[in-house]
């Protein structure tokens, strides 16, 4: 019970899309009928041009704050304190120099198909997959699409129960000054290559699967399907963040040979290791609703005890889903984004979101995904230790209210980042572990 978000139209928008993924990388499923979309992330992908950004020597200012909140002018100390350590971003009027996390692109389709009737789209939390699925042509259609953890992948398999399928897929990015995008296609296979200038190169790959029927090439770096049995679309995404070729990263592990039941009973078994170490239920009967009807009716005071169920259900997914094989912690939007230029570079803020991220995992039996969070905090350290010496002449380590993948314990958010609580805050999680 409880364990099934539903809805009976596709979502018009990405923040009502239904997200999957590994930890490492992660879509978002819309659901279009005449068109699907899903949207990728991979963890690493930011604009990648502020790796090696570095404090300067900031230390003389601090006597000099000391001595102004002595004399009680806390005003003047603040402008002091913002001009010493401060930094950029906020409402200095300098930019940022955080590297803002950016959506790898996505991957689309269009199926020969007419008119559609009973369309239904969910997401099952425990079996961790997103299936559409509805009638057109006297076919009944299902698209299912999972973050497979044991492949490392995306998986989305087409299906009409034995009936033929056929289509056009292809892989796409939304038009960005900063990045050159280009495309290569093989025989089964899709390549969209990406290069942020003075950046991050990154590289997606979409590789087909079919039974029955026949893959040709169509105008405009896409591939067409013509009367499959069943279509197999495996998605991988590369970086070199790592100084690693981003295909090398891509094709890490050999397209899976398994059929489509063995791959998902395998995907599900290995979700559940996590998500399945805790059930929650009220034993009270669960409203046969979509979910969108029943957020409307609890809004207006339905009385729906079961919802908070799902609600918690559903929180717990998302950490597995953006944790399992991940090497970075949840960011605030998970590893979840669409945007070129999305809110505060959709960043790790350490002034309580990244925590807030944490604070279900340890009571929550999902204790595993912590260690993440303790992986970034040791990356930090070092930076920390430079920073606390550089910026206020002290020992010991000072983190920034906000950073990115890098870890760089600079001061990017000018009237906020005069603070030094990170450090204690973000150690409670370790001695909670």
């Known amino acids: 019970m409880n364990q099934r978000l539903w809805y009976t139209s596709p979502a018009t928008e990405w ?15 819309l659901g279009g009928i005449e068109e699907e979309r899903i949207a990728l992330n991979h963890e ?80 099952d939390l425990e079996r961790a997959r997103v299936k559409i699925s509805y009638e057109a042509d006297g076919r009944y259609i299902t698209r299912v699409s999972v973050g497979h953890l044991i492949e490392d992948c995306i998986i989305t398999r087409i299906y009409a129960r034995e009936e ?14 900063r990045c050159d995008i280009s495309y290569e296609l093989g025989d089964n296979t899709i390549l969209m290559h990406g290069a942020f200038h003075q950046g991050m190169k990154f590289c997606v790959t979409a590789d087909l699967k079919i039974r029955g029927g026949k893959i040709i090439p169509a105008e405009g770096n896409r591939l067409r399907v013509e009367d499959a049995l069943e279509i197999l679309i ?37 979700f559940d290791k996590q998500y399945g170490k805790l059930h929650l239920d009220i034993f009270e009967e669960e409203p046969n609703l979509p979910t969108n009807e029943r957020i409307k009716k609890y809004r207006e005071g339905s009385g729906d005890a079961t919802l908070p169920v799902l609600y ?35 960043d790790y803020h350490n002034d309580i979101n990244l925590q807030m991220n944490y604070w279900p995992a340890e009571n929550g039996h999902m204790e595993d995904y912590t260690e993440a969070l303790l992986r970034y905090l040791e990356k930090m350290i070092p930076y920390g230790r430079d920073a606390a010496k550089k910026l206020f002449g002290c020992r010991g380590v000072w983190l920034p209210l906000s950073t990115d993948i890098w870890g760089c314990a600079t001061p990017e958010t000018y009237g906020w980042s005069v603070w030094a609580g990170v450090t204690a805050w973000l150690a409670q999680h370790v001695w909670w572990h």
Not at 56 to 63: G, I, K, M, Q, V
Not at 319 to 335: F, R
Request: charged share 30%; aromatic share 10%.
């Open 15 to 29: 923040k009502n899309a239904l997200p999957i993924g590994t930890g490492r990388i992660a879509g978002m499923v």
């Open 44 to 123: 690493w992908l930011c604009v990648g041009q502020n790796k090696e950004r570095q404090n300067e020597d900031r230390s003389a200012y601090l006597p000099k704050v000391r001595k102004l909140l002595e004399q009680e002018d806390y005003e003047q100390a603040t402008i002091l304190a913002n001009e010493a350590w401060g930094g950029n971003g906020g409402i200095s009027g300098r930019p940022s120099k955080e590297d803002p996390y950016q959506p790898a692109g996505d991957f689309r389709f269009a199926l020969d198909q007419g008119e559609e009737g009973n369309y239904r789209r969910d997401l």
């Open 312 to 346: 918690f259900n559903y929180g717990r997914y998302l950490l597995c889903a953006s944790s399992a094989n991940g090497e970075l912690p949840a960011n605030l939007q998970g590893k979840w984004n669409e945007d070129l230029h999305p809110a505060w570079d959709c």
């Open 164 to 177: 033929p399928v056929s289509g056009t897929f292809w892989l796409d990015r939304a038009e960005d000054e």
């Open 234 to 270: 495996f998605i991988n995404i590369g970086t070199d963040a790592k100084n690693e070729l981003p295909i090398m990263e891509c094709r890490r592990r050999p397209l899976p040979s398994k059929s489509w039941e063995q791959l998902y009973r395998e995907n599900i078994a290995e």
